[in-house]
């Protein structure tokens, strides 16, 4: 039987590793940054050691990048700091061998509270924190994460061209067919590589479906117990889903809307929580759940709009929301209802839960996880009910519209006393400094489309 000490102790994690990896040339250490991108090192086996001893330093300027890795100075983590050393630490049961790259493996990192000015940024500490806040109420919370993306030909990208990607034999495939099994046919050796891969990398992915559009998949990740390790796992998955596409010739695209005419792609966070002995306080005979979740379901509503500028964090993340594609456009619920921002999906009373579809699959998972279980928290504390639920056609709804403009919704995240409560007016301060100059920059471009409107008709 193993010693409970050593299973929970990193150096004998690494020390496991290396034994029955002896082949392993290079690790990649690796930390989510606040816009959502991977960044870290690549580092030889024998420099491991000193990681899980003491951790492994980065500039605190990583932290206030943008989505195409240029600095933002108003963050405050740059120069006035003299861009210093933080050290991150080792997240418990990521050190795995990556199967899609030769002699390679991976270790996720993050930072403690302790770790100076750059944990203020630190996404994974943000859900952390709310997770704690929780807990402490006796709420404990149980989370799922379902990640859309288009499967699109890399060839053609390279000559400047998106489109969804090839089958094998060359076919292509203009048809929605939701739901088809050709399509999962046509895709099955790269499916049957993901799944290895998956299993390799202990990562609990499950069904997967053809979505509502060419090329556009989903695959399922268990629920689990602890928050944490559910995001930590869709982190590690939506790596893994790029670079076993990359094998097979194609970009795994997890961009909210890649394509002007199909589907967009969301991030869809299933939650429920849990009591001291892992009861599901949302457990009901009734289809629409008890007091409880209709108090945490009108904290989700009530928040949504202080939360879009993480819920949808580019330019082209408001591109997705539109009437009858399967993308929310009001703060709505109801049961069993696709067509709603909140919803309880059908099932047996203890599966009781709420789906939170209004994400896009561009989302930081552990920022929108957190913003969700807050919002979840804030409308338990304050008894916020949610008002009827949506029947029917929830397009439809006159009710106040969700707030898709990005200068606004970076606005209503900056003045919002929830968010301040909840992620600290430090990752405010840098999380809105970062997108507001995203933002700027991005409508600063003039585009193709400018001309096709407007040179000759201006």
Not at 299 to 326: E, H, K, L, Q, V
Request: glycine share 8%; hydrophobic share 40%; aromatic share 10%.
């Amino acid at each position: 039987m193993l010693d409970p000490k050593k299973q929970t102790d990193p150096m004998h994690e690494l020390e496991i590793f290396l034994k029955k990896h002896p082949d392993i040339e290079l690790v990649h250490v690796i930390l989510t940054d606040p816009v959502g991108i991977q960044r870290g090192k690549g580092l030889r086996p024998h420099e491991l050691r000193s990681v899980f001893e003491t951790g492994r330093a980065f500039p605190a300027s990583m932290f206030a990048l943008t989505v195409i890795g240029e600095d933002v100075e108003e963050a405050g983590l740059l120069w006035e700091i003299g861009d210093r050393d933080c050290f991150a630490m080792p997240i418990p049961g990521t050190l795995k061998r990556t199967p899609w790259l030769e002699k390679t493996g991976q270790v996720y990192l993050a930072f403690k509270g302790d770790s100076g000015p750059i944990a203020s940024a630190d996404p994974r500490l943000r859900l952390s924190n709310v997770t704690d806040r929780l807990k402490g109420d006796g709420f404990h919370p149980v989370l799922a994460i379902e990640l859309e993306f288009y499967l699109l030909d890399k060839e053609a990208a390279r000559n400047g061209k998106i489109q969804p990607a090839l089958a094998p034999g060359g076919l292509y495939n203009d048809q929605i067919q939701v739901y088809s099994i050709q399509e999962l046919d046509d895709f099955d050796p790269f499916l049957r590589e993901l799944y290895a891969a998956c299993d390799a990398q202990n990562l609990p992915a499950e069904s997967v479906i053809s979505e509502y559009a060419p090329g556009q998949m989903e695959i399922t990740l268990t629920h689990r117990a602890d928050a944490l390790q559910a995001v930590d796992e869709s982190i590690q998955y939506k790596r893994l889903v790029k670079g076993v596409a990359e094998n097979h010739g194609m970009i795994a695209c997890f961009m909210a809307k890649p394509f002007s005419d199909t589907a967009g792609s969301g991030m869809h966070i299933h939650l429920s929580l849990n009591d001291d002995k892992g009861n599901n306080q949302f457990a009901s005979d009734e289809p629409a759940g008890g007091a409880l979740l209709r108090h945490a379901i009108g904290g989700m509503a009530a928040t949504i709009n202080d939360c879009m500028a993480i819920f949808a964090p580019n330019a082209n993340s408001y591109r997705r929301f539109r009437r009858n594609t399967y993308a929310p456009v009001a703060p709505t619920w109801g049961v069993n209802n696709r067509t709603v921002s909140l919803r309880i999906p059908a099932g047996p009373a203890k599966s009781r839960h709420v789906e939170h579809r209004i994400s896009g699959a561009d989302a930081n998972p552990y920022l929108a996880a957190a913003a969700v279980l807050a919002g979840m928290h804030h409308g338990i504390n304050n008894k916020i009910d949610p008002g009827p639920a949506t029947t029917g056609n929830g397009y439809l709804t006159k009710a106040e519209g969700l707030m898709l403009n990005w200068y606004d919704a970076l606005d209503s995240f900056e003045d919002s006393p929830f968010i301040k409560d909840y992620f600290g007016a430090d990752f405010v301060k840098i999380f809105s400094a970062v997108k507001r100059a995203e933002c700027e920059r991005f409508f600063a471009q003039v585009t193709d489309f400018d001309y096709r409107w407007h040179l000759r008709t201006a």
